[in-house]
């Protein structure tokens, strides 16, 4: 048999009011939640039915009595769209307006706000609702309309005196900063204009010190700060890029120089920009948004960290100008310059702006600090010692030899030394690990370095032909005979010849660059005729070489060598002997080839 609320709900879905009146004149509880199916009223609700819902409420349903989840009648006729219900409800004398759903801690003003609701926002404004009621996210209506986006409420909301404009969500944001966040120009605008507005009616108090406090009532908010990043609202805008947003911040008094807890600026943030496109390059319409905020006075020599940073390295503190030269912005870079950014400012690891250009592959840059700042210092060493000439290093692939080789004569006009790093390697032999013999040419070709001196920090006491030869690189060893290397050079430890390292290298090319070029053969006891040694066999079993190489070298050295080629030799062996610049050769009374020959032209 059907128990009495099961009837009475049945009653109230069909519209059967006589029946309804029957179970009331009978006592029945109309509050009573029906299993899932709630109160009547619930049932009204859900039956959609205002002449119920009217009946109902005149013959004592709790308007606001909550249904099995405790969902209110009011959230429940609007989550049905039953607006007409909604409105009956609102305007009944003992509606608890602002009661909320238990499980979302939202009111029917955060539901209808949500949910684009105009009229149901005004009729709740109008029965008195709280408008700085949170949900459980900390969100009031005005939050929630800023982030959908919902204009026409956010009007109504920030038109009402008592609507919180600096109210913190649980993400740590007012509404100014969802608006700055979601590029929201029109919220921005109306959020702005009403703080205007509270600003002149304020002012009109005679006291003078009141008067002060309301001078800066609209900066304060403007420059209120997010609670756990400490970005204003000019942070969240320069993220994005949004000129519009900035520019408006900005006539606000937002501070531009403003730091979050990070120490990053503003400007530091749109310097960071990345590009729509798919290189790390900054479109000039991305450089309206740094320009707009050094008009306004930002400081470009701010440096702070970059932590989540995808194209640069974490926990270092970089500057604007640094951020610049690592997305290859030659147009930011001339802007920052011209807006005071100090050029021989490091970052955190000291690197200078040109060092961050050539380690970055920069070369436009590069070449507008050397040509266009004279102020620079080209001299500057990060946390591992290593100076620009180290950085250059980097810049190398086959098109681009000449502008490497042009770049590092730059940077040594520009008073650049050889400083080593703090693995003791100068500039010059680091060029050789890079095997990047634009740099070795530029170098020795603008320096004047003994290169019979020039000794390498290793265990063997070599030279740089030693290190070149063992690594096979023909083109650096060609450079470093035509400025003056010994070709027959012992290292100080081990007694060995660049020779020997080739051929212990298994470098065949360059032993026979080295024994064409003439080469002492028989300096090193490994390289004996016909094995004749009685430690031969010893000897190259420790060398471990190609045995038809060495048989081709051990011939070799039983040919005599060319009257052209002797003459060669003794012209590169008066020089060493006498301790001479290879330079001078040119101005030898010699035949232009053999000039040529002697500098391996």
Known sequence: MASSDEILHAAIRSGKFDEVQKLIDHGINLNRVYGMRGTALCAGIEARNIQMVNFLLKAGSDVNAQDWDGEPPLILALRKNCLDIARVLINHKKIAIDKVDPLTKKTALHFATENKMVDVVKWLITGGCDLNKADIESNIALHLAVSAKFHDIVDILVSQKNCLIKFYNRAGMVPLHVACKSDDVQSLKLILGVIRERVKRKSNNDDLG????????LSVNVNSETIYEKDSCLHLAARNGNKEVLKLLISHGAKVNAKNNLGQTPLLLACSLQSVSNSLTLSNHDNFVPEILLKAGADPNVRAHMRNWKHGPKNVEVTPLVMSCIYNNVELCRSLIKYGANINLCDSTGQSPLFTALDNNARQIAWYFLSEVP??????????????????????????????????KAILKHGGVLSPDKKGETPLVAALDYENASVVQAILEETAINLQDYAINDHAGSTLLHVSARMGLIEISRILLAHGADIDALTTETRHTPLFEALHNDQTEMVEFLVQNGCDLNLDSSIWENGESENSEQEERSLDIDDELLNWVREES?????????????????????????????????????????KYR
């Open 210 to 217: 009141e008067l002060l406090m309301n001078d800066n009532y």
């Open 375 to 408: 102020e620079i210092n080209v001299n500057h060493q990060n946390h591992l010692g290593m100076t620009c000439l180290h950085a250059i290093l980097k810049c190398f692939n086959d098109k681009d030899v000449n502008e490497v080789y042009e770049l590092t």
């Open 558 to 598: 039983c040919h005599p060598k060319s009257l052209y080629l002797l003459t060669m030799i003794s012209i590169r062996r008066h020089f060493h002997a006498n301790n001479l610049c290879f330079k001078y050769i040119d101005v030898l009374p010699l035949p232009e080839k053999l000039k040529n020959n002697l």
